[in-house]
């Protein structure tokens, strides 16, 4: 397992207290939950079979606290509420974010906390991250007080937020978010998260509890903020977390290791006071042995940090193919926020296709409509042996700035199993897993779909959802404007002076 794991050297960070095991846990079982809809249906069945005593404790990016669970179905808040009057214990970190006027979530989070902290759950609104970062991290554990074999955690890439209640049709959440007019007014949305059982679940578990104990303040006292929270009503200081119970028993063939992201700051994160940067160094690391295919699914695909290791890879390995999935436009495509992030997109896909410009292919996706689909997401499978699905985005941000979490896994023909899955959708046919033959059929597919759209949709339509990715690019003043925003606020660098001199992780 070495060969794919970090070490606990390898991670570079030993102050935490999820590698006092050894740095991967073995004997778990990793369900991949593939749409927001199956992810919230499997987490409001396991919600509803705890009892008084049981517990619950989650992260999120961004918590609405009026979505619905299912068609006609609870909302988180009512769900999470009527678990804290009956007696379990919920408690939860939710980034206190920008605020909404910024195309931010601060009104949301704080709505959903004050919501469950009246009904008795201990919600915090927590902030101690580098200046322009934010807490990423998406992760429910759920601790059962006698059965704990059936102690089970969800780690991925979906919030507890409006418009990730999306299905295999991408029809869309009914409950809509802000977004680029052009995915609609119900955005399809395509997304991944995992269900993890076995022991496992203990080392997520000292994610969580590294970061609830951290003694620093969770905001910083300006008189505003001051204001909003007393107004708000919300805890300035957790209480002492209870026991833990013992990490749950076996339950399946699947290793899997906890990887993370905490940038480097003053004053420092106790459980990383350097920061921790495992999931970078993980990637390098599965790029390194890679020697037939990298696939990619990614909110973004930026910056050339990232594409650093990809090009490596392509040199060394002459059979290496690469395909990657993203969304056809940014979340938010107007004329100042379209460019940095289209800038930043180009300069990875650029600098991967100049090293194999054959071996390299960028995809988007669409619905039976023909409207674009939000690839949320955040998978990557390397030659069927190594997969990872969590928070983190492929850009320097998700690698060095904010607080992610995410989980490789190997074993028992999972991400084969997974990638299978992934590609029969996006195609519409039985795929071709063999990566050159596979890397051929995603290349038929999608130049058949882009000339039935060429050609007026004339006719039935090709199978599948993927197009060519073609984005717009940046050119002239505004690539010198972009550039900037890029580097310094849509995609900052969170390392220290001496680890980005060195270009290290």
């Not at 006698?146 to 418009?163: N, P, R, T």
């Not at 299905?167 to 955005?187: S, V």
């Not at 303040?217 to 013992?246: G, N």
């Amino acid at each position: 397992m070495s060969d794919w794991f970090l070490t606990p050297e390898e991670r570079g960070n030993p102050a935490t207290d999820i590698d006092r095991d050894g740095s991967w846990s073995d004997g778990n079982l990793v369900r991949p939950l593939i749409h927001g809809a199956v992810y919230f249906q499997r987490l409001y069945d396991e919600l509803c079979a705890l009892l008084p005593g049981d517990r619950v404790y989650f992260t999120d990016w961004r918590g609405d606290a009026d979505e619905a669970l299912y068609r006609d179905g609870p909302t988180v808040g009512t769900v999470l509420c009527d678990l804290a009057r009956s007696g379990v214990e919920v408690r939860g970190l939710l980034w206190r974010s920008h605020s909404d006027h910024l195309s931010f979530n601060a009104q949301e989070n704080q709505l959903l906390g004050t919501e469950l902290n009246e009904a008795g759950a201990e919600i915090l609104l927590d902030q101690r991250v580098r200046r322009l970062a934010s807490h990423h991290q998406k992760l429910f554990v759920i601790r059962h007080r006698i059965a704990g074999e059936k102690d089970v955690a969800f780690v991925g890439g979906i919030d507890l937020s409006h418009q990730r209640r999306d299905d295999h049709r991408h029809l869309g959440d009914p409950q809509q978010a802000p977004m680029d007019p052009r995915y609609g007014n119900r955005t399809p949305w395509h997304d991944v998260a995992l269900e993890i059982r076995g022991p496992v679940v203990g080392d997520l578990l000292r994610t969580f509890v590294e970061r609830w104990d951290d003694p620093h303040p969770l905001d910083r006292r300006t008189p505003y903020r001051v204001l909003v929270q007393r107004k708000a009503r919300m805890p300035r200081h957790p209480s002492k977390l209870p026991e833990s119970f013992p990490d749950p028993p076996a339950a399946g063939r699947h290793a899997v290791q906890v990887l993370r992201t905490y940038g480097h700051k003053h004053p420092g994160f106790p459980f990383a006071p350097h920061g921790e940067y495992s999931i970078a160094r993980a990637y390098r690391k599965a790029f390194e042995r890679a020697q037939r295919l990298i696939y990619i699914e990614d909110q973004y695909l930026w910056s050339s940090v990232v594409a650093e290791g990809i090009c490596t890879a392509l040199e060394r390995a002459p059979e290496l193919r690469v395909i990657a999935v993203v969304p056809r436009y940014p979340d938010s495509d107007g004329r100042i926020t379209g460019p940095p992030a289209r800038y930043a997109q180009l300069q990875a896909i650029d600098a991967m296709r100049a090293v194999a410009p054959d071996r390299v292919a960028v995809y988007n996706l669409e619905n039976a409509d023909g409207v674009p689909i939000y690839v949320h997401a955040k998978v990557c499978v390397v030659d069927d042996e190594w997969f990872t699905c969590g928070s983190d985005n492929f850009n320097r941000r998700s690698w060095t700035n904010d607080s992610e979490l995410t989980c490789a896994v190997v074993g028992e023909g999972l991400p084969r199993s997974l990638r299978s899955e992934l590609w029969a959708e996006h195609l519409g046919m039985e795929p071709v897993l063999d990566p050159v033959e596979g890397f051929a059929q995603w290349a038929k597919t999608a130049a058949a779909l882009d000339g039935w759209h060429a050609a007026g949709r004339v006719g039935v339509r090709p199978p599948g959802q993927i197009r060519r990715h073609r984005p717009v690019r940046v050119r002239g003043l505004a690539a010198v404007w972009s550039q900037f925003m890029s580097d310094h606020v849509y995609d900052p660098d969170g390392r220290p002076r001496a680890m980005r001199r060195r270009d290290e992780f």
